[in-house]
């Protein structure tokens, strides 16, 4: 642990300011009045599928064939962690979805989804433990998931109530997804240990949603939402908005409820639409949300990366987050795109598939790509809003998460009063934690504040 400490607490120091070196522009296309730089940040990489922007600074990749590593954000150096020894590749399958733990300093624990054999293709969820710049011990926390070599999902997000969602393909056995004794064509709810919430909204069952055909992307957004992309068959991909219990048609509804059949059965089984198709489809895979000043065109929109679709796609929001404005597209000269994340700078780093033999790729492949406005630089309000305490949902209703700019160096307690400056909770930052999550149980609906060392913020109960 001490060892993981230090590599955060240095690469803190890097992570979040100026690259280290500026590399070579590509290309660069506009947003608005800001001009967008794309760059390499490393290349000569074998189908990357998942990035994630660490606690540590540093990006954590999956590659399909099984190796997860960390990528300085700085210099494109590639440092692998382990490499899976059960993964089994086959077409679209082998490793692919991952997240870090939210306390990752003093919980190290890294989830990812592969496909493996065992008296078939399977799929199964893992739990792998960060010590001594390795990754290792690992524990099955779902296994024995039906797959075949194409639609197996499969993103994970950790929730701030600290369960974990996992989207299921529904491995070409179409009817599975609307049937919920089935783990396929799902988004399932478990927790962190691999059992099954007491919440979820069918007890004793890790179906959080249903009705879905690939779903490829996952991502919570400030405002609390939780949207995914998803794989049409033919005629629409999809972006829908995930909320517990809810059905979203397939195999019978593909996208809108717009012809006479699908309208039929999203009435009688209460389908949510997507808010947001493309038609026809494009593949779409990796899903971020964008809402940094150093973007001003991208704030409040989703990006998502599709792969026969070979381009980026920005989804503008409304202040609800509710509904989609029209697309815009860009990116479109790097071949199939497949996995994105956004760091605290507002950088969007995006891993081409070129490699995954649906397409010919270049020497250069498959590669991080760098998207950023290097005329940006912080001003005093922005650089102060990125050190304060951060909240959401908020408002909120049952719970809040606590994030910290960067994690405690000792134990930093949180205060919550109300609206008459009466302390009516109470919590601790351990050190080395940078986000909590914070019961609202029995406060009544009003105007807090929450108080820490990092600053005050508000916040509504509903």
């Given at each position: 642990?001490?060892?993981?400490?230090?590599l955060?607490?240095?690469?803190?120091?890097?992570?979040t300011?100026?690259?280290?070196?500026t590399a070579?522009?590509?290309?660069?296309f506009?947003?608005?009045?800001?001009?967008?730089?794309?760059?390499?940040?490393?290349?000569?990489?074998?189908?990357?599928w998942?990035?994630?922007?660490?606690?540590?600074?540093f990006?954590?990749?999956?590659?399909?064939?099984?190796?997860?590593?960390?990528?300085?954000p700085?210099s494109?150096?590639?440092?692998?962690?382990?490499?899976?020894p059960d993964?089994?590749?086959?077409s679209?399958?082998g490793?692919?979805?991952?997240?870090?733990h939210?306390?990752?300093?003093?919980s190290?624990y890294?989830?990812?989804?592969?496909?493996?054999?065992d008296?078939?293709?399977?799929?199964?969820?893992?739990?792998?433990?960060?010590?001594?710049?390795?990754?290792?011990?690992?524990?099955?926390?779902?296994?024995?998931i039906?797959?075949?070599?194409?639609?197996?999902g499969?993103?994970?997000?950790?929730?701030?109530?600290r369960?974990?969602?996992?989207?299921?393909?529904?491995?070409?056995?179409?009817?599975?997804?609307?049937n919920?004794?089935?783990?396929?064509?799902?988004?399932?709810?478990?927790?962190?240990?691999?059992?099954?919430?007491?919440?979820?909204p069918?007890?004793?069952?890790r179906?959080?949603?249903?009705g879905?055909?690939?779903?490829?992307?996952?991502?919570?957004?400030?405002?609390?939402r939780?949207?995914?992309?998803?794989?049409g068959?033919?005629?629409?991909?999809e972006?829908?908005?995930?909320?517990a219990?809810?059905?979203?048609?397939?195999?019978?509804?593909?996208?809108?409820?717009?012809?006479?059949?699908?309208?039929?059965?999203?009435?009688?089984?209460?389908?949510?639409?997507?808010?947001?198709?493309?038609?026809?489809?494009?593949?779409v895979?990796?899903l971020?949300?964008?809402?940094h000043?150093?973007?001003?065109g991208?704030?409040n929109?989703l990006?998502?990366?599709t792969?026969?679709?070979?381009?980026?796609?920005?989804?503008?929001?409304?202040?609800?987050?509710t509904?989609?404005g029209t697309?815009?597209?860009?990116l479109?000269s790097?071949g199939?795109?497949?996995?994105?994340?956004?760091?605290?700078?507002?950088?969007?780093?995006?891993?081409?598939?070129n490699?995954?033999?649906?397409?010919?790729?270049?020497?250069?492949?498959?590669?991080?790509?760098?998207l950023?406005?290097?005329?940006?630089?912080?001003?005093?309000?922005?650089?102060?809003?990125?050190?304060?305490?951060r909240?959401?949902?908020?408002?909120?209703?049952?719970?809040?998460?606590?994030?910290l700019?960067?994690?405690?160096?000792?134990?930093a307690?949180?205060h919550?009063?109300d609206?008459?400056?009466?302390?009516?909770?109470?919590?601790?930052?351990?050190?080395g934690q940078?986000?909590?999550?914070?019961?609202?149980?029995?406060?009544q609906?009003?105007?807090?504040?929450?108080?820490?060392?990092?600053?005050?913020?508000r916040?509504?109960?509903?």
């Open positions: 642990m001490k060892h993981l400490n230090s955060i607490l240095g690469s803190l120091l890097l992570g300011g100026a690259r280290a070196q070579p522009a590509l290309t660069t506009p947003v608005g009045a800001t001009t967008v730089t794309v760059s390499a940040l490393t290349t000569g990489l074998q189908v990357p998942e990035l994630v922007w660490g606690t540590d600074n990006i954590w990749m999956t590659e399909r064939g099984g190796r997860i590593s960390r990528v300085d700085n494109g150096q590639v440092t692998p962690l382990i490499t899976l993964v089994a590749t086959s679209e399958g490793l692919l979805g991952m997240v870090l939210p306390d990752f300093t003093t190290p890294v989830y990812v989804v592969y496909n493996y054999n008296t078939g293709y399977k799929e199964k969820l893992v739990r792998l433990t960060y010590a001594n710049g390795t990754l290792g011990s690992p524990v099955v926390l779902l296994g024995d039906p797959a075949v070599s194409t639609h197996s499969s993103r994970l997000l950790i929730l701030p109530d369960t974990l969602l996992m989207t299921t393909g529904d491995a070409q056995d179409r009817p599975s997804a609307q919920r004794s089935s783990p396929n064509g799902k988004i399932l709810r478990l927790n962190l240990d691999g059992t099954i919430p007491t919440d979820n069918v007890a004793g069952n179906s959080y949603s249903f879905h055909r690939n779903p490829q992307g996952l991502v919570r957004a400030s405002n609390g939780i949207y995914s992309s998803e794989h068959e033919n005629a629409e991909d972006v829908n908005i995930i909320e219990n809810a059905n979203y048609g397939w195999p019978t509804v593909e996208g809108l409820c717009n012809l006479a059949a699908e309208q039929a059965f999203c009435t009688a089984n209460n389908v949510r639409q997507p808010i947001f198709t493309w038609a026809p489809t494009v593949g895979a990796g971020t949300y964008y809402d000043p150093a973007i001003p991208w704030r929109s990006l998502a990366a792969l026969r679709g070979n381009k980026l796609t920005q989804i503008p929001l409304d202040a609800a987050g509904t989609a697309g815009a597209f860009t479109t790097f199939r795109l497949r996995a994105i994340c956004v760091s605290p700078a507002g950088r969007v780093y995006v891993g081409t598939s490699r995954d033999g649906r397409a010919t790729p270049g020497t250069s492949d498959d590669q991080i790509l760098v950023e406005n290097r005329a940006f630089v912080p001003t005093a309000t922005t650089a102060s809003r990125s050190s304060q305490l909240l959401w949902p908020n408002p909120a209703s049952r719970t809040v998460t606590l994030q700019p960067n994690p405690a160096t000792t134990a307690t949180v919550i009063h609206a008459l400056g009466r302390a009516v909770r109470t919590a601790q930052f351990a050190a940078s986000s909590l999550s914070l019961s609202l149980h029995g406060l609906p009003g105007l807090y504040s929450v108080k820490t060392a990092a600053g005050t913020q916040l509504v109960i509903e």
